[in-house]
């Protein structure tokens, strides 16, 4: 069972940071696309962020400018570091990917998932 685990949540206020991060099985990350994502109470899951394996990364209009995503291919890690953080950001994170070269941030089918972490913004 393939398995991703997100670690760096946490609460702050607005216009903080935080930095996620994600670690992949070795075989994963080398053969896949990956991918952030965020659930707000009451709403659908986002995908905001996407990245191949070529680096393209696409992010979601909600975060663009203020979230970046990194990869550190020594570690398996793929990483998200969010800046200005709003109240409209809090959520529980999760990270995904799909074994395939290329992806985008809209795509519905990603066959693994974290267990998600949470953010909390407050105002």
């Known amino acids: 069972q393939v398995r991703l685990v997100e670690s760096g949540g946490g609460s702050v206020q607005a216009g903080g940071s935080l930095r996620l991060a994600c670690a992949a099985p070795?075989?994963?990350?080398?053969?896949?696309?990956m991918g952030w994502f965020r659930q707000a109470p009451g709403k659908e899951r986002e995908g905001i962020v996407s990245?191949?394996?070529?680096?393209?990364?696409q992010y979601a209009k909600s975060v663009k400018g203020r979230f970046t995503a990194s990869k550190d291919n020594a570690a398996n890690t793929l990483y998200l570091n969010m800046d200005n953080l709003e109240p409209e950001d809090t959520g529980m994170y999760y990270c995904?990917?799909?074994?395939?070269?290329?992806?985008?941030?809209?795509?519905?089918?990603?066959?693994?998932w974290g267990q998600g972490i949470q953010v909390t913004v407050s105002s």
């Open positions: 070795g075989y994963v990350y080398a053969s896949s696309c």
């Open positions: 995904a990917a799909v074994p395939y070269d290329i992806c985008s941030v809209q795509q519905k089918n990603w066959n693994y």
């Open positions: 990245v191949d394996l070529y680096g393209v990364t």
